[in-house]
């Protein structure tokens, strides 16, 4: 049971660092122009 407690703390970690990665890319592409400034992620 430890494993598996490990295992899905590490897979929540990777999670919230997607979600910030993918937050500073959202940013940096609106910055650029790339996306509308009011895109809004569905």
Known sequence: ME???VMGFVFG???VVA???LE???KTLKQKG???E???EE
């Open 24 to 26: 500073k890319l959202t």
């Open 34 to 36: 790339i996306l509308e």
């Open 38 to 40: 009011d895109y809004k």
């Open 13 to 15: 970690m990777v999670g």
């Open 19 to 21: 979600l910030v990665r």
């Open 3 to 5: 494993g598996l407690a």
